[in-house]
């Protein structure tokens, strides 16, 4: 079982940052790729940013150049750095872990965005 615990979620105003973590533990084997997905009220959920295990990354149109992900193989983290910020970055942010063939999601954090 792995478990994915977020922090850094919180209220900023337009043009603020904020640096999400997400850190995993429990039993990991091999972890493939993590990342972040976004749910915005009344919408999809949509895939933010993500990194493999090689360090590739990929990232939504939307966030480009604004957002950066990265993370530690170490520590079996991932964090999102959010900068510029806008009311439609508003949405609960969850990251998630491929460990094998599986994938784990954490609990979500909240990121609103005052205008």
């Known amino acids: 079982q792995v478990q994915l615990v977020e922090s850094g979620g919180g209220l900023v105003q337009t043009g603020g940052s904020l640096r999400l973590s997400c850190a995993a533990s429990?039993?990991?084997?091999?972890?493939?790729?993590m990342g972040w997905y976004r749910q915005a009220p009344g919408k999809q959920r949509e895939l933010v940013a993500a990194?493999?295990?090689?360090?590739?990354?990929n990232y939504a149109d939307s966030v480009k150049g604004r957002f950066t992900i990265s993370r530690d193989n170490a520590k079996g983290a991932v964090y999102l750095q959010m900068n510029s910020l806008n009311p439609e970055d508003i949405a609960v942010y969850y990251c998630?872990?491929?460990?094998?063939?599986?994938?784990?999601w954490g609990q979500g954090t909240q990121v609103t965005v005052s205008s």
């Open positions: 429990g039993r990991i084997f091999s972890i493939n790729a």
């Open positions: 998630y872990l491929i460990n094998g063939a599986d994938k784990y």
């Open positions: 990194v493999t295990a090689g360090g590739s990354t």
